[in-house]
């Protein structure tokens, strides 16, 4: 990460940043694409952040407002610290801190599939009970195809959105 020097009457200075996850169909792929001898790609590319610039004045008020998915979250990860930008790079002046967030008792290496019966699991519930609620959890998410996906690569924003489903 880069860091670059800023103004000074500005706060935070964000200048082209992109944040890609690697997104795989099944767990072993992630195994196979790091053992294959020719460096075989089994995943494809997720873009959280594309291209991102901006600048926040100090005193200024900014509110990041888009689709659930659409960056907020991982902008805000970026700029505390807690993720590292894939390209890019940013400044901020001052101290900038995160709070804990909703679905923090998720495994964030299964999918959010799995999450689900396995929470279901802890709350008492058979299996043939999950199965028949699971449905109705997935739509409530409203999350699409991440459903099958890791819960490490969701944002915070699915990631409450599948926790107050479970709920």
Do not use: C, W
Not at 118 to 134: H, L, P, R, V
């Amino acid at each position: 990460m880069e860091r670059s020097p800023t103004s000074d009457n500005i706060a935070i200075s964000v200048n082209n940043i992109s944040k890609i996850y690697k997104l795989y169909n099944d767990p072993l792929d992630r195994l196979k694409e790091s053992l294959h001898p020719f460096k075989k790609k089994y995943h494809k590319e997720f873009y959280a952040l594309n291209d991102i610039s901006l600048d926040v004045k100090k005193g200024e008020i900014v509110g990041v407002i888009g689709e659930n998915g659409s960056g907020k979250s991982t902008l805000l990860k970026v700029l505390t610290g807690v993720l590292t930008p894939s390209f890019g790079h940013y400044h901020v002046e001052g101290k900038i801190s995160a709070l804990l967030e909703l679905g923090s008792g998720f495994n964030l290496e299964n999918t959010g599939l799995q999450n689900i019966f396995i929470n279901g699991a802890i709350n008492g519930f058979t299996t043939d009970e999950m199965e028949q609620k699971s449905l109705d959890i997935i739509e409530f998410a409203d999350i699409g195809d991440f459903i099958n996906q890791p819960v490490k690569t969701y944002s915070s924003g699915m990631r409450a959105r599948l926790a107050f489903s479970v709920a």
